[in-house]
């Protein structure tokens, strides 16, 4: 069964950092753009960070630029988002998703055919 599992969330206080990661059973991440989602109640998923399936390229949300860096270790089979400065409005809950994209891996959500269950990120002094 294929499936994609977040891990690394937790209770964090401003200007600390955590490491999510995300892998994936039952496939291979390599051949896969992946991006990094986050979702507060009421408000829609919004794009944080991708890297592309073609040639690693990465591109950021600009709220998170310089603080977040998204990469991947095939040999692990593993993704991840390492977030630092954390503050705030960084609290969410945070999804991996993947897709092979022709262009570009920013996309809508809607674009992303297979996603984690999530893991929460709370940053709160």
């Known amino acids: 069964q294929r499936q994609l599992v977040e891990s690394g969330g937790d209770w964090v206080q401003p200007g600390e950092s955590l490491r999510l990661s995300c892998t994936a059973s039952?496939?291979?991440?390599?051949?896969?753009?992946i991006g990094w989602f986050r979702q507060v109640p009421g408000k829609e998923r919004e794009g944080v960070s991708c890297?592309?399936?073609?040639?690693?390229?990465?591109y950021y949300d600009d709220s998170v630029k310089g603080r977040f860096t998204i990469s991947r270790d095939n040999a692990k089979n593993m993704v991840y988002q390492q977030m630092n400065n954390l503050r705030p409005e960084d609290t969410a809950v945070y999804y991996c998703?993947?897709?092979?994209?022709?262009?570009?891996?920013?996309?809508?959500?809607?674009?992303?055919?297979?996603w984690g269950q999530g893991a929460q990120v709370t940053v709160s002094s």
């Open positions: 039952g496939f291979r991440l390599t051949y896969y753009a």
């Open positions: 998703a993947v897709q092979v994209f022709m262009d570009t891996c920013w996309v809508p959500a809607s674009a992303y055919a297979r």
């Open positions: 890297i592309s399936n073609k040639d690693d390229m990465t």
